[in-house]
C-alpha cells in the first residue's frame, strides 16, 4: 500500500474589513454629526454676531437720541417759519450749500430749494427782507402784542396817509385773497373808518381804534383768488396825517401783486418776506441756533441712501439707508462744517411731529407746506435697523 503525504493547506484568519454597506453608513452618520455641529456653530455665531449688532445699534440708537435733544434744545425761537413735506430731503439738492448760508436771513438756496421761484428778485419788486422780530416790533409800533396771527411767508401792509374832510373813499386790490389781516385807523373819536372786501360784501369791519385788531373774519371762506378792499373814510374835521395801516398776510410761493384803485398809489403798499426758516420733513429735519457769542450754527438730521460704492445690503439686495448729522458754523470769513452717520444698516425711518395738543402735523406729500414756527412741540422717530436677516426697532420720543 502506497501512502503518500498530505499537505493541509493553512487558512490563516487576519483582521476582517469593513463591507460596503458599514462603510455607507459611517459616513451618513459622519455627514448628520458634522451637519449637527455645524449647525449649531452657524446658530452661536449667527446669536453672537446679532447680540453685537443689537449692542451696537442700541448704543447709537441712544446716541441719536441724546445728539438730537442738545442740538435741538438750543434751537432759535426766532423762526418764523416751518416748512414741511413727505420725503423733503429726498427732493433737496445742494444741502451743503444750504448749511453754510442763514437760515434766519438771506439763504437763496433754501428758498430756492423751497419752490420761491421770484425770491431773487425781491429787490426789484420793492419787496424787503426781515426777521420775526421786526414784524413784532413793528406790530408794537402799532399797539398791537403779536399773538401768531399771521401765516405764510409774505406780509403786505397798506398805509394810507392823507388830508380828509367829511368822507373819502378807497380802493384797492391784492392778486390774492389774505389768509390774514390787521387793521388799524388813526383818526379821533366820532370819527369813522369802515373796510369790507368784495369776496365777502355783507361783512364790514369798523376800526376806528388807534391800534390794530383782527379783522380776518371779512375774508372767511375766500377762494385764493383776486381780492378788492374798499375802505370809507369819515372825518369830522379836516385831517391831514395816516388815516389807516393795514396788515395782510399771504401762503404763497410767488409774492402777492398789490394794485391801488381809488385814491390810493402804488408806493402805499410794502410787501414783507420774514425770513427764519426750519424744515421738519419725515425724512430729516433742518434748524438752526443762535449760540451764547452770537454765532449763528444750522444743524441737519437727514435720511441718505449711500451710493453703490459704500452701500450696506440686506440678505435680499436691498440697500439700506444712512441717518447723517451735518452742521455748520460761521467762524471768521468761512464755515466749519461736517456731515457724517450716525447711524447705518436702516431699512426704514419715518420722523412724525406732534403740536401742544398732541394730534400729528402730517408732511403734505405734494409740497412744502408752511407751519407756524413754534407749532411743533414733539417729534417721534421710528427706526428699524436691519443685518442680514434680523432686524431691530426703536422708538424715540423727544420733546421740544
Not at 67 to 84: D, P, Q, R, T, V
Not at 257 to 271: E, H, I, Y
Not at 343 to 353: A, L, Q
Request: aromatic share 12%; charged share 20%; with cysteine.
Amino acid at each position: 500500500m502506497i501512502f503518500y503525504p498530505h499537505h493541509e493547506k493553512s487558512c490563516g484568519k487576519g483582521p476582517a474589513g469593513f463591507t460596503l454597506s458599514e462603510v455607507l453608513v459611517a459616513m451618513v452618520l459622519l455627514t448628520i454629526v458634522t451637519q449637527a455641529v455645524y449647525q449649531f456653530y452657524s446658530i452661536g455665531l449667527r446669536s453672537y454676531r446679532n447680540t453685537q449688532f443689537n449692542a451696537d445699534m442700541v448704543g447709537s440708537a441712544r446716541y441719536l437720541k441724546k445728539l438730537i435733544e442738545e442740538k435741538i434744545s438750543f434751537k432759535s425761537n426766532n423762526n418764523f417759519n416751518i416748512f414741511m413735506k413727505k420725503n423733503g430731503f429726498s427732493t433737496i439738492s445742494g444741502l451743503n450749500n444750504i448749511l453754510v448760508e442763514l437760515p434766519e436771513g438771506r439763504n437763496v438756496e433754501l428758498y430756492n430749494a423751497l419752490g420761491f421761484s421770484d425770491y431773487l428778485v425781491h429787490q426789484s419788486k420793492n419787496i424787503e427782507e426781515c426777521t420775526s422780530e421786526a414784524i413784532v416790533k413793528k406790530l408794537a409800533a402799532l399797539g398791537h402784542i403779536y399773538n401768531s396771527e399771521f401765516s405764510g411767508n409774505y406780509i403786505t401792509e397798506v398805509t394810507k396817509e392823507a388830508g380828509l374832510l367829511n368822507g373819502s373813499s378807497f380802493t384797492f386790490s391784492f392778486s390774492s385773497a389774505p389768509l390774514n389781516m390787521l387793521g388799524a385807523s388813526f383818526c379821533g373819536p366820532g370819527d369813522s373808518v369802515k373796510i369790507s372786501a368784495d369776496c365777502n360784501p355783507s361783512f364790514t369791519a369798523e376800526i376806528n381804534v388807534s391800534g390794530l385788531s383782527d379783522i380776518s373774519y371779512l375774508l372767511s371762506g375766500a377762494p385764493a383768488a383776486p381780492v378788492t378792499f374798499g375802505v370809507a373814510a369819515y372825518k369830522q374835521s379836516a385831517y391831514i396825517g395816516r388815516v389807516f395801516d393795514l396788515m395782510a398776510s399771504f401762503d404763497l410761493k410767488r409774492a402777492p401783486v398789490f394794485t391801488p384803485g381809488t385814491g390810493m398809489n402804488a408806493t402805499d403798499a410794502k410787501t414783507y418776506f420774514v425770513t427764519g426758516t426750519n424744515l421738519f420733513c419725515d425724512d430729516g429735519m433742518l434748524f438752526y441756533e443762535q449760540d451764547i457769542n452770537d454765532r449763528f450754527v444750522n444743524h441737519a438730521f437727514y435720511v441718505k441712501t449711500p451710493d453703490a460704492a459704500e452701500a450696506e445690503l440686506d440678505s435680499d439686495g436691498n440697500v439700506l439707508k444712512q441717518l447723517r448729522y451735518a452742521f455748520a458754523r460761521r467762524e471768521g470769513a468761512g464755515w466749519k462744517r461736517i456731515d457724517d452717520a450716525v447711524i447705518s444698516n436702516i431699512e426704514s425711518i419715518v420722523f412724525k411731529y406732534f403740536n401742544k395738543d398732541g394730534s400729528e402735523i402730517a408732511c403734505d406729500k405734494n409740497y412744502w407746506q408752511w407751519h407756524k414756527g413754534d407749532e411743533i412741540y414733539m417729534i417721534n422717530i421710528d427706526l428699524t435697523v436691519k443685518k442680514e436677516d434680523y432686524k431691530q426697532n426703536f422708538k424715540m420720543i423727544i420733546e421740544l
